[in-house]
């Protein structure tokens, strides 16, 4: 201990003293060995919801969205507060993989692919609203500035489509992200697969990829630059989300506080939802040395301070309020806390601001059942939160004589539902065929990298810190 | 250990990028030029029941064009003429040509001549003669010059572009109230002088708001 004593050891990022080899193993061995049989039991439950999420948009088409439970003042329903809470949940991969690298976080190693991953799937969840919300679906190519011969040309003014570019790019920006950051895990996938077709599939996307000091210079130049690229798009897209609502001049939407009170929310659910996946796949999959519980720990403190950044903005919204000394939004904003939606107005206050709270003492933050439980009651109240953004500004605005109650309708909550379909399905064909850790990366934060872990005669150090090494057993 | 790919497929990812985004081009390109109405409608000239001749009758014999489309400077359609006119002179003139049976057989039966429509506008976009030709754009500015059609021809893409390059700029399309039906009119030398003069003077505004035309 003497060489150390000056500080604190960091508890070591991977537990159970693993090998380089040890850990290709763990990982993927996961896609090599046959598919379990929960597998297909929950693959098939996802693809019967994804099946429920075509029918009900099927039906919208041919319908028109008269089949949502949008009425006279509420012209935003479920579509659009589904759409928010699917693209924040993706904040969280972004933040992950991008802002936590360049910040040089070596815990992000153990999550970032996994959270990557359920940035795509949620972002592709969250594009489906916009895109069906327009009602003449087969006209959707008018959002892009494409030339035409009715010199038709889209509102740069409006919002909704710096929607269209900032989460199109987003989306582009993650899956290049993501992509390049499996390319040397499709390389080790390919040289160790039995099959050949699966060897060649894993080659082909893995662009010939050797291993080579000449691509690793370029590929950690690659994944830098993508990284500086995806960090602006942390804050950008959830600005531009918040826009569509504060850019208008509806009383409790129109407020300066929405862009940094949105990313703030989308990072909390994220996280959130990270944290839901993550305790699951830990669990079944055994990679309980890898997601430790250190990270979870980590992240708990993540969502606490996001969440108290959420409350801030909900206790804040209310003092500009009665401080703007306007009465409209001095109306809206009571209505919200005791009008026709209280109830879910309290869902969201005890979900988001009241709940995370346990995460102040070290017990709770370490319980990972505590984390799983608050992790769902986080994302039910940041749904919430969008529902009661969304719908009690509209349904109480300026002119009383048009307020009505809003009510989803079936078509509302089975569509909803059913990209919970989409989402799984895509996630778990992302467990099945893709290294769901990212293997290369997680080698890099390992005591075994660091290049004076053995000693002169090439033989590993002697065991001082064996307490801090020993197998994770937490869970 | 084998090689798994031979070696061509090293250039695979170049030529992959390159041939999507030229065939997005393309894509692009052709429903811009091949799907534009300049490509699809411009030329449409059907057969009539009857084998009219606008060259004949607006041409050489130089009928007015109210004569026959009479409503054109009160109401939105121009209106397409009925029996009766042209029995005007038919009662007269050619009556026993064979080219006029359906005519005769309309008059007798009283069912009417059924003309095939040719310069067709979307049930969304509201269009209205009236408001066009009092101001002085022209027949021929829309319509082309059907004093030399032997079969009438829409010469017009009648895109909504079309529309709105005159709505944005008039001035190239104006001429004297009383010369609107007259198909050979030429602009004079100082013909952007007289346009300004007619617009200021009759305040023309032509809208390029959505809800102008898509009421």
Redesign the interface.
């Given at each position: 201990m003497s060489s150390n004593s000056g500080y604190v050891k960091e508890a070591p990022l991977v537990k159970g003293n693993h090998t380089f080899s040890s850990i290709t193993a763990l990982v993927a061995d996961i896609v090599e060995k046959p598919t379990p049989f929960w597998w297909y039991i929950a693959f098939g439950i996802s693809n019967l919801l994804m099946g429920l999420l075509f029918l009900m948009l099927g039906y919208l088409i041919w319908e028109g969205t008269g089949v949502w439970g949008l009425n006279n003042t509420v012209a935003w329903g479920w579509a659009i507060i589904n759409f928010v809470w699917w693209v924040g949940i993706g904040h969280a991969g972004t933040l992950i993989s991008a802002v936590l690298f360049l910040f040089r976080q070596g815990w992000r190693t153990a999550i970032n692919r996994f959270a990557e991953a359920m940035t795509i799937f949620a972002v592709m969840c969250a594009g489906i609203f916009p895109a069906v919300h327009v009602g003449r679906i087969w006209v959707i190519y008018w959002v892009f500035p494409?030339?035409?011969?009715?010199?038709?040309w889209p509102n740069f003014q409006s919002p909704l489509l710096w929607d269209v570019f900032a989460v199109s790019t987003y989306f582009t920006v993650s899956l290049l992200f993501w992509y390049v950051g499996l390319i040397p895990d499709l390389a080790t996938l390919?040289d160790r697969v039995k099959s050949k077709l699966a060897?060649?599939l894993y080659?082909?996307f893995a662009?010939?990829w050797t291993g080579g000091n000449r691509q690793w210079q370029n590929y950690e130049k690659a994944y830098m630059l993508l990284a500086g690229l995806a960090t602006p798009l942390v804050l950008s897209v959830h600005t531009i989300v918040s826009f569509d609502f504060a850019v208008s001049i509806i009383p409790g939407w129109h407020t300066t506080i929405f862009p940094p009170y949105f990313v703030a929310g989308a990072i909390f659910s994220g996280f959130a939802m990270v944290m839901t996946l993550m305790i699951i796949a830990r669990k079944i999959y055994g990679l309980q040395d890898i997601m430790t519980i250190d990270h979870i720990e980590k992240m708990n403190i993540i969502i606490l301070v996001t969440g108290w950044m959420v409350g801030f903005a909900y206790i804040m919204e209310f003092f500009i309020a009665w401080y703007s000394g306007v009465e409209y939004e001095k109306f809206a904003f009571v209505n919200r806390a005791t009008g026709p939606y209280a109830w879910a107005y309290w869902i969201m206050m005890s979900c988001n601001v009241i709940a995370p709270n346990f995460f102040w003492f070290r017990k709770m933050r370490r319980s990972i059942t505590v984390s799983f439980i608050l992790s769902i009651v986080v994302n039910i109240g940041m749904w919430f939160e969008r529902f009661v953004i969304t719908v009690t500004s509209l349904a109480q605005d300026f002119l009383p004589g048009s307020w009505a109650y809003y009510s989803p309708t079936w078509v509302d909550v089975l569509t909803y539902v059913g990209t919970f379909g989409l989402f799984f399905t895509n996630f778990l064909l992302f467990l099945r065929f893709l290294p769901m850790i990212a293997i290369a990366e997680v080698k890099m934060v390992m005591p075994q990298a660091d290049p004076h872990y053995y000693d002169e005669d090439g033989n590993e150090p002697v065991k001082e810190t064996e307490e801090l090494n020993e197998p994770n057993t937490n869970s | 250990m084998a090689q798994?790919?031979p070696k061509w497929?090293?250039k695979v990812?170049k030529k992959l990028l390159l041939s999507v985004n030229l065939l997005l081009l393309a894509v692009?390109f052709g429903f811009?030029y091949w799907g534009?109405?300049?490509y699809t409608q411009v030329g449409y000239a059907p057969s009539q029941p009857i084998d009219y001749s606008h060259r004949l009758h607006a041409g050489e014999l130089g009928i007015d064009c109210q004569y026959c489309h009479g409503s054109v400077m009160e109401s939105a359609n121009a209106g397409i003429p009925s029996t009766e006119t042209c029995m005007t002179c038919h009662s007269q003139i050619a009556t026993d040509s064979p080219m006029l049976e359906p005519l005769y057989e309309a008059w007798e039966t009283g069912n009417p001549v059924e003309w095939v429509h040719i310069h067709k506008l979307p049930g969304f976009a509201y269009f209205n003669h009236s408001a066009h030709v009092n101001v002085g754009v022209g027949c021929a500015t829309c319509h082309g010059r059907v004093d030399r059609m032997e079969v009438v021809m829409q010469s017009e893409?009648l895109?909504?572009?079309?529309c709105?390059?005159c709505h944005n700029n008039p001035e190239p399309y104006l001429r004297p109230v009383e010369e609107v039906t007259n198909m050979a009119w030429e602009p004079e030398e100082d013909h952007f002088e007289f346009a300004r003069m007619v617009i200021s003077k009759k305040n023309i505004n032509p809208p390029i708001y959505c809800n102008a035309c898509h009421r």
């Open positions: 494409l030339p035409n011969q009715m010199q038709m390919r060897a060649k080659g082909a662009l010939g | 798994l790919f497929a090293n990812p692009i811009w534009s109405p300049k893409p895109s909504m572009g079309w709105l390059d």
